[in-house]
Structure formats: structure tokens, C-alpha cells
């Protein structure tokens, strides 16, 4: 039995308003002969399938035409799990109709533990694979409230939250697998982010937890996992050093701190008579070629006229290190990519990143800041102790965590 573990294909994604429809075309047109060339059985796809809570029509289009080619093409299974930027209900909406095709969608947390562990049957009907399929766990699903919590007691409390559900989760699934004639495959699944796991700068990983409950150790997974199939981080990686708890990473470059990561979906063979799964990843090619150029004017326009006699499509991010004014440096810059095929799509001045937000000859734009950074730069205008700058910065936390719920609940 063989397994494809993909993650975090964000439908819908735009890169400094440039959608990228056309690379995710690619990328199924990739996959789909991918699971025909490996005779793929189970795929499975660990969260964040859309990047907004509300995917267009062009996207969810692009979303079913895929589910159903995948029986089609000999995959009997496919299972997806929500992540934290999908709308849990857009998600379940239809599974009851997709499961006629094979297709298993767990885009909340069920009420009923039962209901997120599914047992898997091959052509004739025999017990393969369990597949615990936990979702991104929402605050509201995990955690007690009390009274006058403080902020270090939610964060505990949300830990803890998320070891349980995993520990009941593990302890139906060795019910049923304890029930079962012979034993098969457990695979389990979550969208989180694993201690000692690393992101890159630009990957457009949003953050799913606030102060020390971000770190999910590796402890928390059941110990009857064969396999655990993660999703949330964009750059593909072991957890802990282990060969079978992996984040498969996105299939596409989500910013231009991934430009010239190698992508990859991750292969799980499970032979008889072996006690261990072999894994193994497949590259995926680059639909859309991605750089950054950086240094001073003569470097940029060395770098950039090198892009331009390759002929192909690339979009590119400039960093600045001079003083020539912004619309100075467009210009010129413009000039040289000019009946090319290479866009300049972003423009960064590493001097004034460094400044507040406005400097005489260049003005830096909210598109360089997230909301965060403009809170602590608002925060370093007034003359506070140490101590209210940490109080005011884990509040502000805490309250765009509960906006995000909240805009994902819509």
C-alpha cells in the first residue's frame, strides 16, 4: 500500500497581486501523474487546501475537478483535513457527497472522537489503513476557559487541550485496531506547529497559537502512529530527527524566502511482513521561477539583465541598498526588464526598513509591515517600561488570535 502526503496547496494565493491559478493548475496536472506513475492508494492532504476562508469560483473549481480525478485515476482514497486558513464549514459542506467518490473530509473537529478516526478498506472490502484525521484544533476546541485566566494559564491549557484530543484520538484507534483480524497501517494527521521545527522568512506560514503554546511536541502524537502526516509549515521537513513524522511543506514557493527551496509530496510504502514504512520524497518542478536581487545599482542591474538573456518567465524582488529615491530606481529598473518576460513585483530599500515608516525620498508601505510589527513600531513612540511593552504585546496577541477565529467562524 502505497501513500502521498501533500499539504498546504493554498488555492487562491497571490504573491504581491499576482494570483498564481496557473501554477496550481501545474502542479495537480503534476500530481495527477504522479499518483498514476506510483500507483498512489491513499492520498492524503494535511490542511490549508484554500488560502482564505472564502476561495473563489475559479478555485473551488480547480479544487473538485482534482478530487475526482483522483478515483479515476486509481487512487481509492483521498483524505483532507482543514487547516487554519480553510472555513471548516466550506470544507464539510460537501463530504457526503465526496465520499462516494473515496474522498474523506474532516474540515472541523467532530463532535464525536469516532468520527475522526476512519477505517480505510481495500478492493475487497478487507480493513487497510486507520487513519486518525485530526484538523487544525481551534482554540474553542480544546480548551476550558476560566474565569480571570491569564494569558500564561490559556496558553497551558490550549497544550494541554491538544495532548488529550490526540490521546483519545489514539486510544479509539487502538480500540479499533485491537478489534480488526489482522493489523493494518495508523496514520495520523494535524495542521501545527512541532517543536524544533523551522519556518524561513517570507513563507507566508501564518502563526496559529500565541506565545509558548505555538510548540506542539512530538510526544503528543500517539504512539500507535506508523506514520505522522503533517501540514501548516511551507518547508518540507523530518520533526525531531524522525522518518515518519514529516511535514510534506507547500507545493509551491509561498514567498521569495522560498525561491529556490526544492518542493516535494512525500511517499509512505507500507510492504507485508515489514514492521517499518519506507519514505521517500519526489521533487516537484517549479511551475513559476521565483528570485530575489539585492545590493547596490550596479549588482541589481548586473543581476537583472542576467534574468532577462535566460527568456523566461520569472518574477523577481529587488532589496536596495543605495539612496536613489523609489521612483528614481522603478524607473531605471523598469527600463532594463522591458519587453522581457521578467517582472519586478516587489521593491524593498533595506535602509529605510530600518526607520520608522516614512523617510524624505522614500516611503515605505504597509505591504512591508504585518500587523504585528506595526503595533511594536507604534508601542517604541511612547515611554513605556519593559514590563508594560510585554503586557501590551501579549495582549495585542491575544486579541488578533481571537480576530482570526473569529473571521474563520464567518
Not at 479544487?63 to 486509481?74: P, V, W
Not at 478492493?123 to 474553542?140: N, S
Not at 523566461?312 to 532594463?336: C, F, K, M, N
Amino acid at each position: 500500500m502505497k501513500i502521498l502526503h501533500t499539504s498546504d496547496w493554498h488555492i487562491g494565493r497571490a504573491l504581491h497581486d499576482r494570483r498564481r491559478l496557473d501554477e496550481h493548475q501545474s502542479f495537480f496536472s503534476w500530481l495527477q501523474e504522479t499518483l498514476v506513475r506510483e500507483s498512489i492508494d491513499i492520498l492524503l492532504v494535511c490542511g490549508d487546501v484554500f488560502d482564505t476562508i472564502a476561495p473563489g469560483n475559479r478555485q473551488l473549481e480547480l479544487y473538485y475537478s482534482f478530487l475526482k480525478s483522483t478515483t479515476d485515476l486509481g487512487c481509492r482514497h483521498t483524505i483532507i483535513i482543514g487547516g487554519n486558513h480553510d472555513s471548516p464549514s466550506l470544507l464539510d459542506a460537501p463530504k457526503k457527497v465526496l465520499e462516494t467518490l473515496g474522498v474523506h473530509v474532516i474540515g472541523s473537529t467532530p463532535q464525536s472522537i469516532e468520527d475522526e478516526v476512519i477505517l480505510l478498506r481495500d478492493l475487497k472490502g478487507e480493513p487497510e489503513a486507520i487513519v486518525c484525521a485530526v484538523p487544525f484544533l481551534r482554540d474553542r476546541d480544546v480548551r476550558e476557559s476560566a474565569e480571570q485566566e491569564q494569558f500564561t494559564d490559556k496558553a497551558e491549557r490550549l497544550q494541554a487541550g491538544v495532548e488529550a484530543h490526540y490521546r483519545k484520538v489514539g486510544e479509539y484507534a487502538e480500540l479499533l485496531l485491537n478489534s480488526l483480524p489482522a493489523p493494518v497501517p495508523v496514520i495520523v494527521t494535524g495542521h501545527l506547529f512541532a517543536a524544533g521545527s523551522k519556518c524561513v522568512e517570507d513563507d507566508g506560514v501564518r502563526d496559529l497559537y500565541v506565545g509558548t503554546s505555538a510548540e506542539v511536541p512530538a510526544s503528543f502524537f500517539p504512539s500507535i502512529a506508523d506514520y505522522v502526516a503533517l501540514g501548516h509549515l511551507h518547508v518540507p521537513q523530518k520533526v525531531s530527527g524522525t522518518d515518519t513524522i514529516r511535514y510534506s511543506g507547500s507545493p509551491i514557493p509561498m514567498g521569495f524566502g522560498e525561491a529556490h527551496h526544492t518542493k516535494q509530496v512525500v511517499v509512505v510504502e507500507f510492504s507485508p511482513g515489514t514492521l517499518f514504512p519506507h519514505v521517500a520524497s519526489i521533487p516537484i518542478p517549479q511551475f513559476q521561477k521565483l528570485e530575489g536581487v539585492s545590493g547596490s545599482l550596479e549588482e541589481i542591474e548586473h543581476k537583472l539583465s542576467e534574468l532577462v538573456n535566460l527568456q523566461q518567465s520569472v518574477w523577481v524582488e529587488v532589496e536596495y541598498t543605495g539612496s536613489l529615491s523609489a521612483t528614481a530606481l522603478r524607473s531605471h529598473l523598469d527600463d532594463i526588464v522591458a519587453d522581457s518576460a521578467v517582472e519586478i513585483l516587489r521593491l524593498r530599500n533595506t535602509l529605510v526598513l530600518n526607520r520608522i515608516l516614512h523617510q524624505e525620498g522614500w516611503e515605505q508601505t504597509l505591504d512591508d509591515l504585518d500587523e504585528r510589527e506595526v503595533f511594536r513600531r507604534r508601542l517604541a513612540c511612547e515611554t513605556l517600561e519593559p514590563a508594560e511593552v510585554t503586557m501590551l504585546n501579549t495582549l495585542y496577541d491575544s486579541v488578533l488570535s481571537s480576530l482570526r477565529e473569529e473571521e474563520e467562524e464567518q
